[in-house]
């Protein structure tokens, strides 16, 4: 029988939807599937609860990202936290709990935990006959992705498998899959075209720095700080997503200097930008540094959200793929530092190829449409056992 298939995520930062977007062209793709829905579960509540999950989170991004690194640290007790912030989630969804209904899934894919919480609740009281699997959008696992009642979680690293079985979780519910993105990561990219079409010296380093979706973060300063690298051959692609004030002021900003920067707005073509670059600068998103990965590209780790941005900076720096700018006065100088030392871009590069899974998605997808393991629900006794698991407060 052909399944019926509804993924689900948030947007709270853009790399939940890339994640579940990614899963659509892959299950799209599958003749095993009838049908296939993909949606943010924000569009289905109030106004005030869903600027408080989306505007609330970037403006914290914004001006207090300790707060946030607090918060993270603070809620990741499992169990500990959930009713409260579950019976708030209930209240403010009873618009999607209709159209879940409606649709009528046979499998349901999260990418963000707030409607795997939904799910969960509605497949645990049996209003709900499906089956819920969970896709972690970061290396390490927090326990707000934790759900009472699930099918499978699909995670990016085996030490985030070794995590979730030391809290209780059965080896068969957990497959190593890395995290979804676009399968537009692993087509081969003509790099000497796509530098000519962007007036790139196929001689000169490529550096790519992106301010992200929104153009967030000091770009500004960042640009300032490279117009002082000594490589003076290098060249800077700087993407500054949907800010287009911040594009016309970089334009500004580099002036004469115009030749050694191309300064871009929103890219939907980040596949091949990634492919002709030689160094990625950014924020250490999970779906931004599993593109970088699957491209072999090195980066250089700048203002990682504290929380989950840290926490993947250092599996990036762990595994040699990344190196971290802890201030950003000196990023020229660790640029020049890598860019005078080709054999270890090399390794960096070997290293990044060796960690990738470009094939994440398609993965995801086979596991779900060929596994026939039910439903699993933990019980109120193996849920106390997790929170004592996870260790001190």
Known sequence: MKKRVLI???????????????????????????????????????????????????????????????????????????????????????????????????????????????????????????????????????????????????????????HLEMLGIPDERITVSGIPIDPLFKQPVDCEEERAKLGLNPESPILLLSAGAFGLGPTEFMVERLLNLKHENAQTVVVCGRNEELRQRLLKLVGERSSKFKILGYSDEMHKLMKLSDIFIGKPGGLASSEAIACGLPMCVVTPIPGQEERNSDHLLEEGIAVKCNDLTTLAFKLDLLLDDPARMQRMKANALRFARPDASQTIVNTLLEDRLPQLALTKKQRAAMTLAAGPE
Request: with cysteine; net charge positive.
């Open 8 to 162: 689900m995520s948030a947007g709270a930062g853009t790399g939940h939807i890339r994640a579940a977007e990614a899963l659509e062209k892959s299950f799209k793709s599958d003749d095993r599937v009838e049908e296939v829905f993909n949606n943010d579960a924000l569009r289905y509540t109030n106004k005030l609860f869903r600027d408080f999950y989306s505007k609330l989170y970037t403006s914290l991004v914004r001006s207090a990202p300790n707060f946030l690194g607090w918060w993270y640290k603070a809620s990741d007790e499992p169990w500990r936290t959930d009713r409260m912030r579950h019976m708030i989630d209930r209240l403010n969804t009873k618009p999607l709990v209709r159209f879940i209904h409606d649709f009528d899934p046979h499998i349901t894919v999260c990418t963000h935990f707030m409607p795997a919480g939904i799910i969960s609740h509605l497949i645990a009281t049996k209003k709900l006959q499906a089956r819920l699997s969970i896709v972690v959008t970061d290396f390490d696992f927090h326990a707000m992705w934790l759900s009472r009642s699930f099918h499978r979680y699909f995670v990016a690293l085996d030490e985030t498998k070794a």
